[in-house]
């Protein structure tokens, strides 16, 4: 009887401490892999990629209607770093007349563009400054057009190739607006854009007419 009691006193010394360094395992594992995610998932806001517009031309002149054509076009380019996605809606409107200082940027508002198009409004802020100061009529464009005499409109409801954006790569598009009558979009003056994307995504800014 006194050998058997040994034994199970035996058995509880050894069986406690195995039981306690088991959870102890457990729960630096456990801690490991909660630091291991919250370590991975910091970076995961930074690692978002977006639609960014890499330029933007606005050249002045007159909408195309359904029996004129257009003179003014509206050249943009997109970087889109993620899957493929399509324009669903393009606008531009009238914004104001170009500052009286002569600095047609004083003006603008909310500009989201990249290096390229920054210099180059730098440099159509010196070209402007001896422009008399205009301000056009108002504009609202919301349809746009494939070619200057083209009477095919884009559908912005549907991919196709004049609205697409591919994955992984620079695209380059021409619009040209259409109204129910002409409307001068007159260089000098600044106009506001907006872009939305079928990815939820949009761009918008302002930009001056060349």
Do not use: H
Request: contains cysteine; neutral net charge.
């Amino acid at each position: 009887m006194i050998q058997r009691s040994r034994l199970k006193s035996n058995r509880a010394t050894i069986t406690l401490p195995l039981i306690a360094g088991i959870l102890l395992l457990a729960a630096i594992v456990a801690t490991f892999w909660v630091l291991f995610f919250y370590s991975s998932c910091m970076g995961c806001d930074a690692n978002v990629k977006t639609v960014t517009l890499s330029s933007a031309y606005l050249y002045g002149g007159s909408t195309a209607t359904a029996a004129t054509p257009a003179n003014s076009s509206f050249l943009l380019q997109f970087n889109n770093p993620e899957s493929s996605t399509y324009i669903t809606s393009l606008s531009l409107s009238s914004y104001g007349s170009p500052s009286a200082t002569g600095d047609p940027l004083a003006n603008t508002t909310d500009i989201a563009l990249g290096p390229t198009t920054l210099s180059l409004q730098a440099s159509t802020a010196s070209s402007s400054s001896t422009r008399m100061n205009t301000t056009s009529a108002e504009v609202n464009v919301t349809t746009w057009q494939t070619g200057r005499n083209s009477s095919e409109l884009i559908d912005f409801s549907r991919n196709s190739p004049a609205n697409t954006l591919n994955s992984g790569q620079v695209s380059s598009f021409t619009f040209y607006p259409r109204t129910s009558v002409p409307k001068s979009i007159i260089p000098g003056s600044t106009f506001n854009y907006a872009v939305t994307f079928s990815n939820g995504e949009s761009v918008s800014g302002s930009l001056i007419a060349q």
